[in-house]
């Protein structure tokens, strides 16, 4: 048995039985179940866990710290590198809140294309989720059809920014380019065969009798815990509150679209599992709804906004002050006025904010991010005990947090 006195002293406030038949056990930092370099230290009594504590820190980059390094162009890439599964909704949470700190009026082409590209990558982000959780439990089958279509959704996402992970394709003030030729039909021949395949997943677990021992009442939050602890989007969904900023705050064309905000009451596991499924149709709604607007928009994908952004590459390669401007936002970085701000999205894992405060410099005097993934990755100090060694794979699975998110 390890002895508690020999743990990081990161533990060294935790009280841990020093008597009787408990054991201390490590869980992770290198765990193929713990989603990256998270570490639980457990003191358990057989296979019951008494307490659990997460140690985290393994993947500091300093990104906070770098904003404050660089100037706001320049920060827009490392944004992905936040949460890397959904990279697109770093790159806007970041951009919209420079923007809204500068009053830039983004055109409404490039805010439908924004809206695209966000549940897409909601919809890849799910996908991955999804097929992990279930490959965690043991359900291999489900893994392979989730990333069979995640693969068709990258497609869409490559042949726009050319990447598939870390894609940067949304520019303060705008996008870069206009969506190209034949996209719109691929996507809505993607959003025309994807409810079958969520229909396929259904099959394969909603009633599986392994599954649903391994996912209902286990990992229980109640409302009043999620609220308490900060929980958001599915983690608060699923425990009963239904709250989604696309609804209560609209951003982009959000307020202009049609969906419902699946939610369940029960808190536990599956219930997260059924709001994740559940998400992913209404993103196809979504979806279907934004190709008509796009077609009816006028092709403007950049704000009129000299001070702030660059101006196209049109008038880059014909306009001599253009290029002067735009030599000046590159090597000096746009200038926004004096103040503070802070702006919340919905990311696909929750609440993703982004508070700078600003001192009409180029730089950021100072930049912190809210990101889901580390206030549910606290609350496994409350969920776990009671639970089984076997069940906390199945709890880390269905919070879905990144640790790029949690140690920044």
């Known amino acids: 048995m390890q002895d508690p006195n020999k743990l990081r002293p990161f533990f060294e406030n935790v009280e841990f039985n020093r008597e009787g038949s408990n054991m201390i056990l490590n869980f ?93 990558n909601r919809i890849a982000s799910h996908l991955l989720f999804l097929g992990t959780h279930a490959l965690d439990i043991g359900a291999m089958t489900v893994f ?17 920014s050319g990447a598939r992970l870390t894609h940067h394709n949304v520019k303060i003030g705008g996008m870069f380019v206009d969506l190209p030729d034949g996209w719109l039909d691929e996507l809505l ?54 709250w ?60 009129d906004s000299p001070e702030f952004v660059s101006a196209g590459k049109e008038q880059l390669m014909s306009q001599n002050y253009s290029l002067m401007q735009h030599f000046v936002l590159i090597t000096q970085g746009l200038k926004p006025p004096k103040g503070e701000i802070y702006l919340a999205t919905e ?13 009409g410099e180029g730089s950021p005097y100072r930049l912190k991010i809210r990101c889901p993934s580390f206030w549910h990755c606290a609350i496994y100090e409350e969920i776990m005990p009671g639970q089984y060694i076997a069940d906390v794979t199945a709890i880390i699975g269905s919070s879905n947090i990144i640790l790029g998110e949690v140690d920044r």
């Not at 209902?216 to 815990?225: A, H, L, R, W, Y």
Request: aromatic share 10%; proline share 5%; charged share 25%.
């Open 28 to 120: 992770g930092p290198q765990h193929p179940s713990a989603h990256g370099q998270l570490k639980l230290v457990l003191e358990v009594d057989g296979e019951k866990i008494i307490k659990a504590r997460p140690g985290i820190g393994y993947m500091h980059r300093g990104v906070e710290k770098m904003a404050e390094n660089m100037i706001y162009q320049e920060f827009v890439p490392v944004t992905d590198r936040v949460d890397y599964i959904a990279a697109g909704s770093n790159n806007y949470g970041f951009c919209a809140t420079v923007e809204k700190l500068c009053c830039i009026d983004v055109p409404r082409r490039a805010q439908i294309i924004r809206t695209m590209l966000l549940e897409l």
């Open 144 to 160: 392979l059809y989730t990333f069979r279509e995640r693969e068709y959704v990258l497609d869409l996402i490559e042949k726009y």
């Open 189 to 242: 021949a993607f959003c025309e065969k994807f409810p079958r395949d969520i229909a396929d997943y259904e099959a394969l677990l909603d009633t599986n009798r392994i599954w649903l021992l391994r996912t209902q009442n286990v990992g229980v939050i109640t409302k009043e815990q999620a609220l308490s602890c900060g929980c958001s989007g599915v983690m608060l969904r699923a425990s009963g509150y239904k």
């Open 244 to 303: 989604d900023i696309r609804k209560e705050e609209p951003y982009l064309i959000y307020d202009e679209l049609d969906f419902d905000v699946p939610y369940a009451e029960a808190g536990d596991c599956y219930a997260r599992y059924k709001c994740y499924v559940q998400e992913m149709r209404e993103s196809v709604k979504i979806l279907t709804q934004c190709v008509p607007l796009y077609k009816a928009s006028e092709p403007k994908i950049l704000a």
């Open 347 to 359: 990311s696909p894992k929750g609440e993703l904010g982004f508070y700078i405060y600003s001192v």
